[in-house]
């Protein structure tokens, strides 16, 4: 019999993306990022520095705008849909008085709580990506999203700036990268 810590039945685990010991359904803002599976372009391109959506780019843009509606505890931030990823920052206030304020997350150890997870950012991504897939599944859509997401937990005014400007001109940064790429594939 194996004893190798880092398998499961035979097979080896994935380490988690999340911060350990880490309450993700506290309140806070936290900067996401969705991606596509292998990085596929399928949410549209930019065009003059702005995103022109696909179908599915504006059904994602459309079920993003809805989870709130989902999730009466979150509220959304600055966000953009990219051809090929999402970048957005989530606002989970659970309390009706922390409602349109800024509540940074204390990065003290409280530990993940075992039960239902159902009120934390990992519930919200997952019926997020839920939905998108499910909508692409109903029209013959061959879209599928990859995996895990990346989360930053933003810890104060400061960064949080920082993070909306980066999500603002993420369309920019995206034609210029495009355009050093094909510069480089002339040389």
């Known amino acids: 019999m194996n004893s190798d810590p880092n398998k499961f039945r035979g097979k080896y685990r994935s380490s988690s993306a999340r911060l350990k010991d880490f309450d993700y359904s506290q309140n806070g803002c936290y900067y996401i990022t969705i991606c596509t599976k292998d990085k596929i372009q399928f949410f549209g391109e930019t065009v003059d520095d702005n995103m022109i959506l696909s179908e599915i780019g504006k059904i994602a843009e459309k079920y993003w705008l809805y989870i709130p509606h989902h999730f009466p505890f979150v509220e959304l931030d600055e966000y953009v849909i990219m051809p090929n990823h999402i970048h957005g920052i989530i606002i989970i206030a659970k309390n009706m008085d922390d409602v349109g304020t800024q509540n940074f997350a204390s990065l003290q150890k409280t530990g993940n709580r075992f039960g239902p997870q159902i009120r934390n950012l990992a519930s919200i991504i997952r019926g997020y990506k839920a939905a998108v897939k499910k909508w692409a599944v109903i029209n013959n ?31 920019l940064k995206w034609q210029f990268e495009k355009e050093q790429m094909e510069n480089i594939d002339e040389l």
Do not use: A, G, M
Request: proline share 3%; aromatic share 16%.
């Open 141 to 171: 859509i061959d879209f599928c999203w990859q995996s895990r997401f990346y989360d930053h937990i933003i810890r104060n005014e400061i960064s949080l700036n920082k993070i909306r400007e980066y999500i603002r001109l993420n369309p």
